[in-house]
Nanobody
Framework: QVQLVESGGGLVQPGGSLRLSCAASGSSVSIYYAMRWYRQAPGKQRELVAAITSGGSTNYADSVKGQFTIYRDNAKNTLYLQMNRRRSEDTGVYYC?????????WGQGTQVNVAS
C-alpha cells in the first residue's frame, strides 16, 4: 500500500516562493510511478498543476509555466513542487497523486494561502 504525505504549505505573500513536498512510502513510488500535483481553489474543481513521468518528463498547466517546477528525489522517494512568484489565485489545497497502471493514490493535501 502506497502512502503519500504532503507538507510545506502555509501562508506566503504575493511574489514569494514556497516549496511543497510529497513523501511516499510503501513502494519506490518516485521511481516507478507517474506523479502529479493538483490543486483545488475554494469553490472550484480540482485541477492538474504539474506532472512528471517515471522517465522524468514534465508537463505544466499553462497558468504556472515558468513559475512552478516539479521534480523528485528518488533516493528520498519524495516529490517536490517549487512555486515561485506566487499569486493570490494560487491559493488552495495542493494534492500529491501517484499512478501506475490501474493503481492510483492521493495524499491528504496541504493548504497554501497567498495573501499580503
Amino acid at each position: 500500500q502506497v502512502q503519500l504525505v504532503e507538507s510545506g504549505g502555509g501562508l506566503v505573500q504575493p511574489g514569494g516562493s514556497l516549496r511543497l513536498s510529497c513523501a511516499a512510502s510503501g513502494s519506490s513510488v518516485s521511481i516507478y510511478y507517474a506523479m502529479r500535483w493538483y490543486r483545488q481553489a475554494p469553490g472550484k474543481q480540482r485541477e492538474l498543476v504539474a506532472a512528471i513521468t517515471s522517465g522524468g518528463s514534465t508537463n505544466y498547466a499553462d497558468s504556472v509555466k515558468g513559475q512552478f517546477t516539479i521534480y523528485r528525489d528518488n533516493a528520498k522517494n519524495t516529490l517536490y513542487l517549487q512555486m515561485n512568484r506566487r499569486r493570490s489565485e494560487d491559493t488552495g489545497v495542493y494534492y500529491c497523486n501517484a499512478t501506475r497502471g490501474a493503481a492510483r493514490y492521493w495524499g491528504q493535501g496541504t493548504q497554501v494561502n497567498v495573501a499580503s
